[in-house]
């Protein structure tokens, strides 16, 4: 499944470009929000760091929803709800002072992952590179296990 988000100009030309990409890699294209469904809308910030529960506790006391709070070798992910993300990067600005976010943005995450076949990587990867040109093409977000 793909979201493909796009800012254009002429609606009616941008939808016709991506639609040729669906086209060429025989792929199939859904209309507006078909996929939504699969995708959660999070705010997603990456830190350095180590210490989950302190990071949890600061939310906590902010009132923020948080989804999920992942550490990878002292980096930090924090993940919530797309509303909550102002609230969540105040918080922890507020409590541990300016930092330095590898990652502080809101995106479409999946809910689950599909893995595909070698030879219909080949075509994912022409599909993506095919979107990737596109000018209006702002991101694309899909559920394609890539590792």
């Keep these: 499944m793909v979201i493909v988000d796009c800012l ?21 294209i ?13 705010a997603i910030l990456v ?10 506790e600061v939310l906590m006391d902010a009132d923020v929803d948080v989804s999920e709070i992942e550490d990878d070798n002292g980096t930090l992910t924090v993940f919530t709800p797309n509303t909550e993300y102002f609230k969540a990067k105040q918080a922890l600005t507020e409590a541990f002072g300016e930092l330095d ?14 893995t595909i076949s070698s030879e219909d990587m080949e075509m994912f990867d022409k599909f993506m590179a095919m979107l990737n040109d596109l000018d209006d ?4 977000y899909h559920n394609v296990d890539l590792g």
């Design 101 to 114: 976010f590898d990652v502080d943005e809101i995106q479409f995450v999946p809910q689950s992952y599909t």
């Design 137 to 140: 093409v702002q991101n694309v």
């Design 30 to 42: 859904g209309t507006q929000g078909t996929v939504m469904h699969m995708f959660d809308h999070a």
């Design 8 to 28: 254009t100009d002429n609606p009616n030309r941008t939808f016709g470009d991506v639609r040729l990409c669906f086209t060429k890699t025989d792929s199939k």
């Design 47 to 56: 830190f350095d760091g180590d210490d989950e529960d302190a990071i949890l």
